[in-house]
């Protein structure tokens, strides 16, 4: 049996005679929310089904199939926590060394776990992604049997195209909206380039950012990106031409959401079974402000993407929703039934 999407497209997308480096990644699913009258039909493709729990995985396996063909040695990266879980992971299986270099401090701990347990070497350095993509561009100017595999790496885009074919598929055609994260633009970008290429019809793509890190919606960069969001605290957004295009072409646009409205989007959409990190809550929380202004019709259909596992970063969930229980000496059935 084949798993995984380069058995599904490997041919469509030219790869040649490659062996695949997979762990069953994409097939992920597009779940309705309940329908209420007047209001579009909205549904969540939950990219923390992956094998690592994110939409990573689509293009990490295509990124480092490819490297090892070419006979590289080292997987590079910066990131801000999945990218390099993901590097970790499908470098491990490769038998390929994965080196990862993560801000300091900025990285959620599920994420940091993940690396580490993949075997990756881990850097963190002083300041933002930003500073630490400028470091893994440089190491790979001069190492030539090291892969870079962040976005801005064409096969990593190629293979997250797949996400909008599975949406195509199962919708039988192209929503009329898609509303996503965007941090450093290459998922954006690769949605765009999924949906041309299946020619049945491009959405308005709706790039959400978080307001403390919003240099799409800005129109420039940012120092000092900030936000409870930290896989989407960019400031640089390496695919930035890329992302105004697919914008501009689909008639969508950039939002930002605030912090706040992004936790509330991710309580909400738990609340719905689907738990998030707090960048992929922000579609919904995006969704909800556009809803708030009329700018759905009701005959229209909406997706979400959201593009990372709720349990990749449970101190920030944790921070704003502690537990609460009660706890009891004994056995009581009858409080117990006094609780419903
Ligand atoms: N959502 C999540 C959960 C992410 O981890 C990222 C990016 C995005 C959205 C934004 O995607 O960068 O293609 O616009 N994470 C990268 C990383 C930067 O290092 O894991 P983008």
Known sequence: MQIGIIARYGTEWNLGDVEPVTLGEGNTPLVPLPHLPGEPEVWVKVEGQNPTGSFKDRGMTVAVTMAR???????ICASTGNTSASAAAYGARAGLTALVVVPEGQIAPGKMLQAQMYGARIVEVEGRFDRALALVREAVATHPEWELVNSINPYRILGQESAAYEV??????APDWLLLPVGNAGNITAYFRGFRRRGRGLPRLVGVQAEGAAAMVLGRDLEHPQTVASAIQIGKP????YAQEAMETSGGRFLAVSDSAILEAQQALARQGIFVEPASAAPYAGYRLLAAQG???PSERVVLVVTGNGLKDPATALAHNPIRSVRWDGADLARLEALI
Do not use: C, P, Q, Y
């Not at 390496?238 to 031409?241: L, Q």
């Open 168 to 173: 195509v598929d199962a919708l039988e055609g």
């Open 295 to 297: 700018v759905f019709r």
């Open 69 to 75: 063909a070419a006979g590289k040695r080292v997987v």
């Open 238 to 241: 390496a695919s930035r031409a």
